[in-house]
């Protein structure tokens, strides 16, 4: 188990991101080693949330771009919601998932809502209704659940305190 950090530019330039991305994995002795497991949470804004009865495989892109649009290099990926029998559809872009699964075959690719949801949907008090905020540099997620049940998940931008105030 273990836990790095490391600061990338603001700007979202894909082929710059996979360049200091592949820099670090081949700099890092920590990432020298094989792992059981590899866990890659992925701060992407876009993602679509689904019931499992309505998800089908091979209808990504369609539920995809219903409410965004898939960049040429983004792949699709998607996270399985237990607690609320949903799933989440968001992109990776695909060359780095490729570094990815070339240095470590058994990465799992994750939004960053994910976890958060299924953690507000842990709380003991979801019996009630709560709400969180995830934020993220440049967006948030917000999520209301309400009876163990959730009621309400979206992503915003912002880059103000007036635009977070005004969502």
């Not at 939004?111 to 440049?138: H, M, V, Y």
Request: hydrophobic content about 40%; some cysteine; proline content about 4%.
């Amino acid at each position: 188990l273990g836990l790095k950090k490391y600061g990338f530019e603001k700007t979202f330039n894909p082929d710059r991101l996979y360049d200091e991305i592949k820099a670090i994995l081949e700099m890092d002795p920590f990432f020298q080693r094989p792992f059981r497991g590899v866990s890659c949470i992925c701060n992407e804004s876009r993602s679509t949330l689904l019931p499992a009865a309505l998800f089908l495989k091979d209808h990504l892109k369609l539920y995809f771009e219903f409410n965004h649009v898939l960049n040429d290099l983004d792949e699709l990926h998607y996270n399985y919601l237990n607690k609320e029998d949903a799933y989440l559809v968001f992109p990776v872009y695909s060359e780095i998932a490729n570094l990815f699964l070339q240095r470590w075959i058994n990465t799992g690719f994750f939004n960053q809502a994910t976890p958060f949801i299924d953690t507000i949907l842990s709380i003991e008090r979801a019996k009630d209704r709560i709400a969180g905020i995830n934020f993220n540099e440049g967006h948030f997620d917000i999520v209301v659940v309400e009876n163990n049940r959730l009621k309400y998940h979206n992503n915003f931008s912002f880059r103000t305190d007036e635009d977070f105030l005004y969502f």
